[in-house]
C-alpha cells in the first residue's frame, strides 16, 4: 500500500461516482435490450392482419396491434397535441373521438399531424360525417409521459394538450372508453401519420451507455495514476529528508 496513496477525498470522490457510472451504463444497455424488443414487437405485428373490434376488448396485450374499425367520428370533441414537429415544421397531431358501431365502444382516434405555422389562426381540419371503415393501430407509450403541469380542464373544443390521456377525456365526456390511443394508417381520413415508434433509439442508448462506461474507465485510471503519482512523489520527499539529516 505504500506505492499507493491516492488521498482521502479522491478515493471518497470514486466510490461515490464509479458506481453511479457503472450502473447508468448498464440502465442504458437494458433500456437499449428494451427498445429492441419493442421494435421488434411492432415490427411483427404490424405486419398481421388486423383484428376486429370484438377482439380488441378481448386482448390482454394490445400495443401496436391493427385494428378494423366501423363507426363515426365525433367532430363535436376534438384534441390538439401541441408541440409536434415534422420536417423542422411546428404543428399538432389530431385526436378525435370515434364510436365504434359493432361494439359501442368509444376509441380515441389519432388522425395524424397538421402544419400550425401561425398561432392566431386555428389549425384547419375537417371530420368525415359518414360512417367509415378504419383500420388503426394500439399505440402505447413506451414509458410514463412527463408533464410539468396537468393540461387544463376546459369546456371549449377542440382542446390544445401536451399529453394524451384517454381515461381523463372518457371520464369528462361521461363515455365507455378505450384504454389507449389508436393511430390511424393511411386512409381518406388520415393527415400525415409517420410516427416514430419510440423517441430515442436502441442505438442511442448503446452510445449512452458506452459514454459512462468509458467515463467511469477515464475515473478508474485517473485514480489510479493519482494514486502512484502521490506514493512516488511522497518517497522522493522522504529520501530527500534523509538526505538533508545526513
Do not use: C
Not at 117 to 134: A, I, W
Request: proline content about 7%; cysteine-free.
Amino acid at each position: 500500500m505504500k506505492r499507493f496513496r491516492p488521498g482521502v477525498i479522491p478515493t471518497v470522490v470514486v466510490a461515490l461516482l464509479l458506481p453511479l457510472m457503472v450502473a447508468l451504463g448498464f440502465w442504458q444497455l437494458g433500456r437499449a435490450a428494451e427498445k429492441t424488443a419493442l421494435l421488434a414487437n411492432y415490427a411483427e405485428r404490424r405486419v398481421a392482419e388486423p383484428m376486429a373490434s370484438t377482439e380488441l376488448l378481448n386482448s390482454t396485450d394490445p400495443a401496436y396491434r391493427r385494428v378494423h374499425l366501423y363507426g363515426q367520428f365525433d367532430a363535436d370533441h376534438s384534441l390538439l397535441l401541441d408541440n409536434r414537429q415534422r420536417d423542422g415544421k411546428v404543428g399538432v397531431e389530431l385526436l378525435q373521438a370515434f364510436q365504434d358501431q359493432r361494439t359501442g365502444l368509444w376509441l380515441l382516434i389519432n388522425r395524424g399531424w397538421l402544419p400550425w405555422p401561425d398561432r392566431r389562426v386555428p389549425p384547419q381540419f375537417t371530420t368525415p360525417t359518414q360512417t367509415l371503415n378504419l383500420d388503426a393501430w394500439v399505440y402505447v407509450a413506451p414509458g410514463a409521459t412527463f408533464q410539468l403541469h396537468a393540461d387544463p380542464v376546459s369546456d371549449h373544443w377542440p382542446q390544445t394538450i401536451t399529453a394524451v390521456e384517454p381515461a381523463k377525456l372518457w371520464r369528462s365526456l361521461e363515455r365507455d372508453g378505450f384504454a389507449y390511443e389508436l393511430r390511424a394508417e393511411p386512409g381518406p381520413a388520415s393527415y400525415q401519420t409517420d410516427w416514430p415508434v419510440v423517441a430515442m433509439g436502441p442505438e442511442k442508448h448503446l452510445g449512452y451507455a458506452v459514454q459512462w462506461f468509458a467515463m467511469a474507465t477515464a475515473l478508474l485510471g485517473l485514480y489510479i495514476y493519482l494514486g502512484w503519482h502521490n506514493a512516488k512523489e511522497n518517497r522522493h520527499g522522504k529520501r530527500h529528508e534523509s538526505t538533508q539529516h545526513v
